[in-house]
């Protein structure tokens, strides 16, 4: 029987830390790793559990800390999210042919940040008493939200290039990450 240890799964150890690190510092709304390591995690991790777990773990450690540290890190809608990421982690389950191009990388970006707009979006405007619950309300609420997109979209960008990216260059470098 195999070892859950493995390399990767030390990867996927320190991408929840690094996720959890930068989820508590301050950053701008919605410029966060938790995207990109999700669908990283979908097209690399060995075990499709361990894939659809990691962004999870980052997100719940991270809302932890922020609760302990701010008393904002738990809230109303953190099922939805954390459903879309694990959604994300299922997207990113396409790519894990080892011969992934760069262009189905960014597809896959593209459509994770999109997926993630439109559910939590749609989510916020379900709960909230900010909007009307008509199609008005609706349009106001993504609306209102395209800033954020724009920050979800671009921090999926550079942090899938750099995950993917370094990743790819460890593989070559260090055999030990290489795909079993």
């Not at 240890?5 to 996720?19: C, E, N, S, Y």
């Not at 954390?82 to 189905?104: E, Q, S, W």
Request: charged share 10%; aromatic share 16%; glycine share 8%.
């Amino acid at each position: 029987m195999r070892t859950i240890f493995t390399p990767r799964f030390w990867l996927a150890f320190a991408l929840i830390i690094g996720g959890v690190a930068w989820r508590v510092s301050p950053h701008p709304w919605n410029f966060a790793p938790v995207g990109a390591i999700a669908l990283f995690a979908g097209a690399r991790f060995e075990r499709r559990w361990l894939a659809l777990v990691t962004p999870l773990l980052t997100m719940f450690a991270g809302d932890t800390l922020l609760q302990m540290l701010t008393g904002n890190g738990y809230h109303s809608l953190m099922p939805v999210i954390y459903a879309t990421y694990a959604l994300i982690a299922v997207l990113g389950m396409l790519l894990r042919d080892p011969k992934t191009t760069f262009f189905a990388i960014g597809g896959c970006v593209l459509a994770s940040a999109t997926i993630f707009y439109v559910v939590t979006n749609f989510a916020v405007w379900l709960t909230s008493p900010m909007y009307a619950k008509n199609g008005a309300g609706l349009i106001a609420c993504y609306v209102a939200a395209i800033p954020f997109f724009g920050n979800t979209l671009v921090s999926d960008a550079l942090f899938s290039a750099a995950l993917f990216g370094l990743f790819a260059m460890a593989e070559r470098v260090i055999p030990v990450f290489a795909e079993p």
